[in-house]
């Protein structure tokens, strides 16, 4: 897939793909929804000048959609977990979400942030958390929109169950506060230097997605309860996500 040139461009792309997805039936679409509403948020914060540097966040956000475009043409090891469970249906929503959200985040972002070539500032950074609130609206949008559908998933927000929810915000943040400490840690070292590491963040990401595929007890019992609650059909749960 060629590269985006644009916040605009890297919309349509992601657009095009959760068409595909709805028409394929395919479960990697909860994950682009999702990058794709964050993306128009983003894109919506940057015409607003919400940022210190909006034009270094829009080449942040281009630069960073085409690691994912680059990596859906092809499975390599670390997007494998996320593309090998497209047709797992015994999965619920959240762990698709988490599993996209683990190969870009946890891999990638680090290194589309040192791409940018920026120096890694204090405004940089403060830039870079305000994304993390657009991405806690977003998550919460997509439960919104899920709870429409489902009378169970209401029941279940308004009781204070929404564990699903805060736990996908919960390893959202954290990956991305991981994600500029290991730019800034890569953006000291020399080439050699950088292999060995983006190494040893494969492995680890590999590690997070093995997690996420058999989780512990308690995080098992609340999948669980969220896939007797979900709706069975993909198409009507990607339609009801579709920005």
């Given amino acids: ?11 349509e792309k992601l657009q095009k793909l959760i068409d595909t997805a709805i028409k394929e039936e395919s479960r990697t679409g909860y994950f682009i929804s999702l990058y794709c509403m964050v993306t128009m948020a983003v894109r919506d914060a940057i015409y607003a000048k919400r940022f210190h540097d909006n034009e270094r966040m829009h080449k942040l956000d281009v630069i960073f959609a085409n690691y994912f475009f680059k990596n859906s043409t092809y499975h390599n090891t670390v997007w494998f977990s996320f593309f090998s469970a497209r047709n797992i249906s015994s999965y619920v929503i959240s762990q698709h ?45 997509i439960q919104d929109k899920l709870a429409k559908s489902s009378f169970f998933i209401r029941l279940f927000d308004l009781l204070g169950l929404g564990f699903d929810e805060s736990y996908v915000d919960f390893s959202m943040i954290k990956a991305r506060n991981e994600a500029w400490a290991n730019a800034v840690k890569l ?28 989780p512990t007890f308690l995080y098992k019992l609340f999948y669980i309860i969220n896939k007797l609650c979900e709706k069975n059909s993909i198409k009507n749960n990607l339609r009801a996500l579709k920005p």
């Avoid at 897939?1 to 605009?8: E, G, H, L």
């Avoid at 988490?98 to 040192?114: E, K, P, S």
């Avoid at 020399?190 to 590690?207: D, F, G, P, W």
């Fill in 187 to 214: 953006s000291q070292m020399n080439q050699k230097e950088k292999e060995i590491y983006l190494h040893k963040m494969r492995l680890r990401t590999l590690k997070f997605a093995r997690n996420i595929k058999k």
């Fill in 1 to 11: 897939m060629k590269d985006a040139q644009s916040i605009d461009e890297v919309i």
């Fill in 97 to 141: 979400l988490l599993l996209g959200m683990n190969a870009h985040i946890n891999y990638d972002l680090a290194q589309a942030v040192v791409d940018t070539k920026e120096p890694l500032t204090k405004e940089y950074l403060e830039d870079y958390l305000l994304i993390n609130e657009i991405l806690y609206q977003q998550v919460d949008k």
